[in-house]
């Protein structure tokens, strides 16, 4: 009975060692980034500028096209999502960048309201 009984408490210490050692933390994004976006009206270079505290962010953002405009968005493991409200013309709009974070890159799609979806890439500077 002893031997079941050691079995079983090897078992489970195992099973929460695994567990534990599988939460995997949140990428970090703080820092400067410098883009490549690519869409079907062009290519453009924005830079963010970027803060964490946790899985929350902030920053600002600048591009020739847009301007200057604040950035809100969140980290979960490596995914992130920015969300970015720029106004011009006297129309407002969302940008929302969602993608990937490997390290000092990250990459994947960025939507731009009615002007349409592109394909964005950065690093950090």
Same mark, same amino acid.
């Given at each position: 009975?002893?031997?079941?009984?050691?079995?079983?408490?090897?078992?489970?210490?195992?099973a929460a060692?695994?567990?534990?050692?599988?939460i995997?933390?949140?990428?970090?994004?703080?820092g400067e980034w410098d883009l490549?976006?690519? #869409?079907g009206?062009?290519?453009?270079?924005p830079?963010?500028?970027? /803060?964490q505290?946790?899985?929350?962010?902030?920053?600002l953002? /600048?591009s020739?096209t847009?301007?200057?405009?604040?950035? #809100?968005g969140?980290?979960?493991?490596?995914e992130? #999502?920015l969300?970015i409200k720029?106004?011009?013309?006297?129309?407002e709009?969302t940008?929302?960048?969602?993608g990937?974070?490997?390290?000092a890159?990250?990459?994947?799609k960025?939507?731009?309201?009615?002007?349409?979806?592109?394909?964005?890439?950065?690093?950090?500077?």
């Amino acid at each position: 009975m002893n031997s079941v009984r050691r079995l079983f408490v090897a078992a489970l210490a195992a099973a929460a060692f695994v567990s534990t050692g599988a939460i995997a933390a949140d990428a970090n994004v703080a820092g400067e980034w410098d883009l490549t976006v690519e #869409t079907g009206n062009g290519t453009g270079t924005p830079h963010m500028s970027l /803060k964490q505290q946790g899985t929350a962010v902030t920053g600002l953002y /600048k591009s020739a096209t847009f301007g200057e405009a604040p950035i #809100t968005g969140t980290v979960k493991g490596n995914e992130v #999502t920015l969300n970015i409200k720029v106004s011009g013309q006297g129309q407002e709009m969302t940008i929302v960048y969602t993608g990937t974070v490997e390290g000092a890159t990250m990459k994947g799609k960025v939507s731009l309201g009615e002007l349409g979806e592109g394909t964005f890439s950065g690093k950090k500077a």
